[in-house]
């Protein structure tokens, strides 16, 4: 590694378990493995961390066979893949550390451990004013929510951006789960939220510097526009 190469930091979640205590969830994996794949075969400088660092749980939902794509698949088989995952840096830790790209994976945990945040907040906002690119997907986008700039403004604010809808929380028997409507929160903040026509499709939303996908099947698109941003840094 030179001085030159990019750094993209890879922000995934703790929590395994919804409120109830009793349903699992944790990271999606397909939102962590394209972008990990993509920025590898770039040389990429990657870190994977989390709020509390170690292990980041993985939803056995997005372990299904249906869901788990060929890339995914191959690295849930990669032995020193899985150790990553149980070895990851916090986020207090990495905090004193420059990124090119901080990208947000999801998965519903990341609803309980990423929004309020006050480290992932200011890594987020110190970023994003030093001119580098923010990039969140499906319910990692949560974690864009309170993160503010200087002046107190919510860095999403006026933003075009994207996130797993309320209508896609239904498909995925989630609604009475999550501790917030991800969606109303999203336009709460004042965003300009689109979304795709057909629920549960890819959808990639960029703004300048800031990135944001749908849902889990926005994974190899949102991996390949964030790539490609990078070039041009």
């Not at 922000?11 to 378990?17: A, W």
């Not at 990341?110 to 480290?119: G, I, L, N, R």
């Not at 409507?181 to 689109?194: H, M, P, S």
């Amino acid at each position: 590694m030179n001085d030159q190469t990019k750094k993209i930091l890879l922000v995934v979640t703790n929590v395994d378990r919804y409120a109830d205590g009793h349903t699992p969830t944790g990271l999606w994996l397909s939102e962590l493995t394209h972008i990990y794949h993509s920025a590898g075969d770039q040389g990429y400088d990657i870190t994977i961390a989390s709020p509390k660092g170690g292990s980041t749980p993985v939803d056995p939902e997005s372990l299904r066979p249906f869901v788990l794509d060929s890339i995914t698949k191959a690295y849930w088989e990669n032995g020193a893949f899985r150790d990553l995952l149980q070895h990851t840096e916090s986020l207090q830790e990495i905090a004193d550390q420059q990124f090119d790209c901080i990208y947000l994976a999801g998965g519903h945990g990341t609803m309980y451990d990423f929004p309020e945040d006050a480290v992932l907040q200011k890594i987020i906002g110190d970023h994003y004013e030093r001119g580098k690119m923010i990039t969140a997907i499906c319910h990692g986008v949560g974690g864009l929510l309170n993160a503010r700039l200087s002046n107190g403004e919510y860095l999403i604010k006026g933003k075009k951006i994207t996130g797993f809808d309320w209508f896609e929380e239904s498909i995925a028997r989630r609604k009475t789960k999550v501790p917030f409507n991800l969606e109303a929160a999203l336009k709460a903040r004042g965003v300009d939220y689109q979304k795709a026509f057909i629920p549960m499709t890819s959808k990639v939303v960029a703004d300048g510097r800031l990135i944001t996908g749908q849902n889990p099947f926005s994974s190899k698109a949102m991996a390949k526009v964030v790539i490609g941003e990078m070039a041009n840094i």
